[in-house]
């Protein structure tokens, strides 16, 4: 089927309808699996476990098997949980996340709707575990050059260990790097995982010997915690333009955003992407951008009113539209602005 002549309203539905197929063909598949079990077919078919019938006849990945056998279980066990997963208030991920809560009253309601995220969240709520103390250990060197992958990690403890170290990118080939983690234990703690370079480690170092005179020895969490203050308290004023009150009224026929004006438009726009499509308000609240309403390339001015907050693609949508893909397509040379202000600067091309 191509896909060309239809607009994005008709793919949409389209992919909202094989969505659709697809939740019904994964509770199939879970009930296939779960009767392979129950009659342990696996055996006959040559393989010991039903994990390794997943991996050995079905081609499954570790991470694929293993979430597909623990629902499986869990859809025999509850046969409830299928209406969750074929309406979708339930994905085969958070499904799994909840495998050690399943007896609490409730639960599949509580985390019907939510994300990966915020199923984690609800398990930690649900079974708190104990802080973990500070870890700064160096990781095993790998034979080559390259950065160290997740092999060179110790062999995971469980295949749900596995399952959230390896990146679900099918076909991926070529040494990744461990991804940074942040999950939580409880409702309010939360174990950070992250693998730095010797540089890093060394400036850390550096930063803790500066703040020993204030804070407790060998508390990393506390230096951690400086850092992103500080860092948070320097990027906002920036940003956001807080800071001391003009004492000059603004120029409004510059492309330089004064630090009031640009702290009116965030404080209006609420921090957020104001890019809105039938209702749907996009939810970026990352790599933010003031967008000149009327473009600044063709007269408008740099006023909070003719200003708002737009994340990149946005901002680059809105100025394809403004000053046609030509000029825009040159974004790729784009720099930082060099008055410090939000968003990217193009020597070449005006922007909006
Ligand atoms: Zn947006």
């Known amino acids: 089927m191509s896909f060309q002549s239809l607009s994005f309203a008709e793919i949409a539905s389209r992919l909202y309808e094989i969505r659709r197929l697809e939740r019904g063909l994964l509770v199939e598949f879970l009930e296939a699996l779960g009767e392979m079990e129950e009659r342990r077919g696996f055996l006959e ?112 403890r469980d295949p749900a ?55 407790e020895a060998g508390r990393l969490e506390q230096v951690l915690r400086a850092c992103v203050e500080t860092t948070l308290e320097v990027l906002e004023k920036r940003q956001r333009g807080v800071g001391r009150a003009p004492t000059k009224p603004p120029r409004t026929d510059s492309r330089y955003v004064p630090k009031a004006v640009r702290r009116e438009v965030w404080g209006r726009d609420g921090a957020r992407c104001t890019f809105t499509a039938g209702g749907q308000r996009c939810p970026a609240t990352h790599r933010l951008q003031l967008h000149h309403l009327h473009p600044y390339g063709l007269g408008g001015s740099t006023t909070a009113d003719n200003l708002t907050l737009r994340c990149q693609g946005h901002n680059l949508m809105a100025a394809r539209h403004d000053y046609g893909a030509e000029v825009v397509g040159r974004r790729h040379e784009a720099v930082p602005r060099p008055d410090g202000g939000r968003g990217w600067y193009y020597p070449a091309a005006t922007d909006g």
Do not use: I, W
């Open 45 to 156: 078919m040559g393989f010991p476990s039903l994990f390794s019938f997943c991996t050995g006849y079905l081609g499954l990945s570790n991470a694929a098997a293993f979430r597909r056998t623990t629902a499986a279980r869990m859809l025999r066990d509850r046969p409830e949980v299928r209406e969750y997963l074929a309406d979708g208030r339930l994905s085969l991920t958070t499904l799994v996340l909840l495998r050690d809560v399943m007896d609490e009253p409730g639960v599949l309601d509580r985390a019907a709707a939510k994300n990966e995220d915020q199923v984690k969240l609800l398990v930690a709520s649900l079974r708190p575990r104990p802080d973990v103390p500070p870890l700064f250990r160096r990781l095993p060197a790998t034979r080559t050059e390259s950065p160290p992958d997740a092999t060179s990690l110790p062999a995971p």
């Open 161 to 215: 260990a596995s399952a959230e170290a390896t990146p679900p990118a099918a076909g991926a080939s070529g040494p990744e790097r461990p991804r940074a983690r942040l999950e939580p234990l409880s409702e309010d703690r939360r174990l950070l995982r992250v693998t730095v370079d010797a540089d890093f480690a060394e400036k850390l170092a550096r930063v803790a010997a500066l703040l020993s005179h204030r804070l």
